[in-house]
């Protein structure tokens, strides 16, 4: 599976979005952009997914460009509790995590 | 949905003692993986089992460790004579899998074992 670049940290404003960025340049034609998120003291949590057309669910929007070697992740009102480390991962669909590398992420900080 | 449980949430143990985790999936999920996470670091994969058949382990899981998944349900991962190096906090997740479905990760809080 293709590996994944974010910044090390962000800061965002309460009430404002934030904008997440992610590397996968070498990302392939059959693999999908996963993002999950790891609150303090709790597992990662999944997010949201896409392939190439931009996705919207409850918790956040994903913006993937048109030649699929970036992405990124918008919490449209973040608010204090989506302080976290967010992971962007790819791996192709069908098969299991166990080759998907989780990075070290990027740790959002949301300040009041 | 009682979500993925994981237990014991901590553990402390002397260097050379053997330690076992277990973890709960939820239920009717079919896939469950172990992953190491150290300090600023994401989760590292360990290995995983598709209903009981353990199907994948990574290099970094040495003879030391052992995992098991009887019946298909719960699981517990065991290892043998802890090192210093074991420390880590442990993640279970499980899944449900079938065709070609998008996977999703349902992941329990973690043990987080200190060995002295």
Not at chain 1, 51 to 57: D, G, I, P, Q, S
Request: proline fraction near 5%; charged fraction near 20%.
């Amino acid at each position: 599976d293709a590996k994944t670049t974010q910044p090390p940290s962000m800061d965002c404003a309460e009430g404002r979005a934030a904008n997440l960025p992610c590397n996968h340049s070498t990302i392939s034609g059959n693999e999908y952009v996963y993002w999950y998120r790891q609150i303090h003291s709790q597992g990662p949590q999944y997010i949201i997914h896409g392939l190439k057309n931009n996705e919207t669910n409850e918790m956040a929007s994903l913006i993937i460009t048109e030649d699929r070697k970036s992405s990124t992740l918008i919490l449209p009102h973040a608010t204090l509790r989506d302080t976290a480390v967010y992971y962007c991962i790819v791996r192709v669909d069908g098969t299991s995590y166990d080759k998907v590398i989780f990075g070290p992420g990027t740790s959002l900080s949301v300040i009041p | 949905d009682t979500g993925v449980s994981q237990n014991p949430r901590h553990k402390i143990t002397k260097r050379g003692q053997n330690v076992t985790f277990r973890c709960d999936p939820i239920s009717e999920h079919n896939r469950l993986y172990w992953y190491r996470q150290t300090l600023g670091q994401g989760p590292e994969f360990l290995t995983y089992f598709q209903n009981e058949a353990q199907l994948e382990k990574s290099r970094l899981l040495s003879d030391r460790f052992s995992a098991e998944r009887p019946k298909g349900s719960f699981s517990t991962l065991e290892i043998q004579r802890t090192e210093q190096g074991d420390s880590a906090m442990y993640l279970c997740a499980s899944s449900l899998v079938f065709a070609s479905t998008n996977e999703k990760l349902f992941f329990g809080s973690g043990t987080q074992l200190s060995v002295l």
